[in-house]
């Protein structure tokens, strides 16, 4: 049975209690597949959370009844793989209807891992895990099929973080069942941060930073494209072969350009109805932990239009002072954003909380009419008593619009105390 979760103040209604241990880091893509009125989503659980010392580390996927509303339950794909949310697999649907799940550790060792669901559309009971041993210490997994490849037969590829601490990738011409490297995306001296997406027929997109905002500035954000086996610039021009080796962002087309008090982060990307990416990444603004931003940027078709989008208000936990809260994108509306703040998205004041009188991280959706120049914003959570983190608005088919988030405490990646929550058709 699925349960009401109470005590957050909800413009469409109380959320739904998903997984009451469990959370995500935000490069590993898609985490949540919609399929059949199913929905699918992973996660990893952590110490610190409920039944902590028998979950932990535990690489989940819960699958929720949407026709029904129902908790279908949750699947165990790894007991004790990594107390650690870097460890949560990216998901696929395969063209047999079965699902394929990638994942990690958080490069403590080469191998990256998945398993395949025994059944279509089924994620009750899985094949034995499977192991691809790469070069160097693997993290992340980004899990794209395009169609047109491969003769038509389509290819799945498997973007991930390896060698030199740089993307690095994989793919399977036999929808998962081998794979063989196909070298390196990016190469630069620092970690860079990619986020992908897809239009699912002939053509990746990415953008990607320099580095991590701790180590490099200034981190700018960065836009290209794979198409035919090569990586192109947003307009179109060639940049070179796959084949011939990795390219550096500079080579790209800059999205958002940082400077030493002004450090970029990727956190998320989508493609309109016509193919076109939009981004929304984070800002660290005078190096100032407790000043973050949101920056929103679209592309037109000849240009990309850069727009401040909201304060996201003071660093997340120590330690890692460039981590926000996090935004998400629509996917089916690039009008559409939620972000995750503790400071209010208009003014930048504190969040302070009516029911504790301590300030939390709330949801907000918000809105545009003018290609992101302007917002308007929303409530999705307010006075709060804990923190809510890292949304997440799925690809959908149809008008069905579905939100989920991390509700709790977030110490460090390695210790967080979560439930994961949703609201569906939170637009209605």
């Not at 241990?21 to 409920?50: K, M, P």
């Amino acid at each position: 049975m699925f349960l009401l979760l109470t005590g957050v103040s909800c413009a469409a209604g109380e959320p739904v209690l998903l997984n009451d241990n469990g959370g995500w880091c935000w490069y590993q893509d898609e985490r949540v597949l919609v399929h059949d009125d199913r929905l699918i989503f992973s996660s990893v659980a952590n110490r610190s959370g409920t039944d902590g010392e028998k979950r932990h580390g535990n690489v989940q996927i819960t699958t929720y009844d949407l026709r029904n509303n129902k908790l279908l339950g949750v699947s165990v794909l790894h007991e004790h793989l990594l107390d650690n949310d870097h460890a949560t697999p990216a998901l696929l649907l395969r063209a047999d209807g079965r699902i394929l799940a990638v994942y990690s550790k958080h490069g403590n060792d080469k191998l990256m891992r998945y398993r395949i669901s025994a059944r279509p559309g089924d994620t009750t009971a899985w094949q034995p895990e499977r192991q691809v041993t790469c070069a160097a210490g693997v993290t992340y997994s980004n899990l794209f099929r395009l169609s047109a490849e491969n003769g038509g037969r389509g290819r799945i590829y498997n973007f991930y973080r390896g060698r030199d601490w740089n993307p690095n990738l994989v793919v399977s011409d036999d929808e998962s069942e081998t794979w063989t490297y196909a070298g390196k995306l990016v190469a630069f001296k620092g970690r860079p941060y990619v986020k992908y997406a897809s239009n699912g027929v002939d053509c990746i997109h990415f953008v990607t930073t320099e580095g991590h905002p701790l180590e490099y500035k200034p981190t700018s954000v960065y836009h290209g494209m794979i198409r035919d086996g090569a990586v192109y610039r947003s307009d179109g021009t060639l940049v070179r072969k796959l084949a011939e080796g990795p390219v550096a962002p500079e080579e790209l087309t800059r999205v958002y350009a940082g400077d030493p008090n002004h450090a970029g982060w990727t956190i998320d990307l989508h493609l309109d109805a016509a193919g076109r990416p939009y981004t929304v990444y984070s800002i660290q603004m005078n190096q100032d932990p407790n000043d973050n931003r949101f920056g929103y940027a679209r592309w037109d078709g000849r240009q990309w239009h850069d727009h401040a989008l909201a304060f996201a208000g003071a660093y997340l936990c120590p330690g890692q002072i460039h981590y926000t809260g996090l935004a998400c994108l629509d996917p089916q509306n690039p009008d559409v954003v939620c972000i995750s703040t503790n400071a209010d998205p208009v003014t930048g004041a504190p969040l302070v909380s009516k029911a504790d009188g301590k300030r939390h991280h709330e949801i907000f959706r918000g809105w545009t009419r003018d290609g992101g120049a302007t917002w308007q914003w929303r409530p999705v959570t307010r006075d709060s008593t804990q923190d809510n983190l890292r949304p997440i608005m799925p690809i959908c088919a149809g008008d069905r619009s579905i939100l989920l988030w991390l509700r709790g405490t977030y110490s460090t990646y390695t210790d967080y105390d979560l439930d994961i929550v949703g609201i569906f058709d939170p637009m209605n």
